[in-house]
């Protein structure tokens, strides 16, 4: 390389974007792409009419619903920084790959609706970054359209997600009445329609504008004044050590579509957000990202990404140290050593080999089915592995088969990769090994079956068993096929694992009273 590697680690931020679905999402992805140059065209992400889709929509399903149900991988470059975006789904039955999504990440923007306030996929996805303790920076987004008061989406986001917050900028009007923002921590305001090239104007000492300008005779820029001059008395202070901690909150008003606050919000941004920090191993130890030693962990699994090439790429966070395209890895949990010489980095479905990465990057291995979610990949004689990925008990369960019995070679198939991605869980039944498939929602096995027909060319059946209680056991050696019945499903997971749906609780309930030795567990 020719920085050196200390320069190009420092110099990566890789962040996700976070929302309730429809809050702006996708949009801001693509305009964020556009000021980093990876696209040429910042258009309208669900123009259906012109057949316009965000970059990072790629899959055939997300474009026919207007939704993001993969996580997909972005990156660009951006004054001096290499900048890795994980456009996470926006819909809560994809909740667990967001999840999972979240352990790949330095930072996090959430993306709040101006109109809707605080919606609860946000609050779900931001207890997960809360949980993590990384810094989370808010854009509150479509100011061109009528919402709520900014000071009332303020104290919103401080009671509800229970977080700190500090305005970076400050509308100025909203709706049809947006005139721009007041920005606090340039000392300018940003225009939304400047005449002519005057785009920013400065703020004086006393904190109104330094020029004159017909917005100073506006109850909006007047009102502007007396909510900053508050802020300024009764909000919190700036404080970069607390943001670090993910203890406060920079907050952004502008709107994605319009591309109205973004470029100001992407620099700013990149100034506060942190570098790659280091991750712990499962024996407590941190793992430096400018340590020597190559290592990373595998967050996510997309088979045919290409259709035409029946791919599957396991997507790696690198932790700590270099790539270089051919170098040798251990994997400890198979306890083999793999060569990485097909590798790729992303622009949605756009893909180019890599050669060499550092600590914070994202890269996509070819895998042939040797990686699984979770998996540590290590250089040298490293054999740590990182702590494990969470995973979540399903609640939603269909037993599935091929309409075509001649057609089960495929199905099997399909099933195992797909399976492996970690949208759905795999379950068969111990003595007619009948498939189950389990879920956090609906929306999964829709996905599921678009999936096995356009990819697979298999045509598949559920038949709905409709919601269950997942508990898999401790002490599997004491459990008898004689305690299973209709209300007590026993089957095996994709491990072997044995487990036990249940009807509902009070079956549950009833079983523990009835064999108080076994003892059960969730997983998240």
């Not at 045919?304 to 790696?316: E, L, S």
Request: aromatic share 10%; with cysteine.
């Amino acid at each position: 390389m020719q920085k050196n590697i200390h320069d190009e680690i420092t110099s990566r931020r890789t962040f996700a974007i976070i929302s309730h679905p429809d809050a702006g999402k996708t949009t801001i992805t693509e305009k964020l792409l556009y000021f980093g140059g990876a696209i040429r065209d910042a258009g309208t992400v669900k123009g259906k009419k012109s057949g316009k889709f965000a970059t990072s929509d790629w899959m055939e399903i997300e474009k026919q619903r207007g939704i993001s149900v993969t996580s997909s991988v972005l990156q660009f470059d951006y004054d001096g920084k290499r900048v890795n975006i994980l456009d996470t789904p926006g819909h809560e039955d994809f909740s667990e790959d967001t999840y999972r999504t979240l352990m790949a990440v330095d930072a996090a923007v959430m993306m709040v609706d101006s109109a809707k306030g605080i919606e609860p996929q946000t609050i779900k996805l931001f207890k997960v970054c809360k949980m993590r303790g990384i810094p989370i920076f808010t854009f509150i987004n479509k100011m061109d359209r009528q919402g709520k008061e900014p000071l009332e989406l303020m104290e919103e986001l401080e009671e509800v997600l229970e977080i700190q917050s500090y305005a970076m900028n400050w509308p100025i009007g909203m709706g049809k009445e947006f005139l721009g923002i007041y920005d606090r921590f340039n000392k300018r305001v940003e225009l939304a329609r400047p005449e002519g090239n005057e785009r920013f104007l400065p703020i004086d000492g006393e904190g109104e504008l330094a020029v004159e300008h017909s917005m100073t005779e506006t109850s909006y820029y007047k009102q502007a004044l007396e909510d900053v001059m508050l802020l300024n008395e009764a909000g919190n202070d700036f404080d970069e050590e607390r943001i670090a901690h993910g203890e406060l909150t920079p907050v952004f008003f502008g709107s994605a579509l319009t591309n109205f606050g973004v470029q100001t919000f992407l620099e700013t941004f990149l100034q506060f957000a942190p570098p790659p920090q280091p991750r712990k191993t499962r024996d407590g130890e941190d793992i430096d990202p400018e340590s020597e030693l190559f290592s990373g962990f595998i967050f996510k699994i997309q088979a045919n990404m290409n259709p035409a090439h029946r791919d599957r790429i396991a997507f790696v966070r690198i932790v700590s140290g270099e790539f270089e395209r051919g170098m040798s890895v251990n994997v400890p949990r198979l306890s083999k050593t793999f060569k990485l010489t097909q590798t790729t980095q992303f622009l949605a479905d756009d893909r180019e080999t890599v050669d060499e990465a550092v600590a914070g990057d994202i890269i996509g291995l070819y895998d042939t089915g040797n990686y699984q979610i979770g998996d540590t990949v290590v250089g040298g004689k490293g054999s740590f592995e990182f702590d494990a990925l969470p995973q979540f008990t399903p609640e939603l369960f269909v037993r599935v088969a091929a309409k075509n019995v001649m057609k089960s070679k495929q199905f099997h198939k399909g099933i195992l990769q797909l399976v492996q991605e970690g949208a759905i869980q795999y379950y068969k039944t111990l003595h007619t090994e009948e498939v189950i498939l389990g879920a956090v929602g609906q929306l999964q096995f829709e996905v599921f079956e678009h999936r096995m027909k356009a990819e697979y060319h298999v045509d598949v059946q559920m038949e709905i068993m409709g919601s269950k209680v997942a508990r898999w056991i401790e002490n599997e050696e004491d459990v008898k096929e004689s305690m299973a019945g209709q209300r007590a499903l026993l089957v095996k997971d994709r491990h072997d694992r044995k487990v036990f749906l249940f009807e509902n609780e009070f079956a549950m309930r009833w079983f523990h009273d009835k064999f108080p030795d076994i003892r059960l567990y969730n997983l998240l």
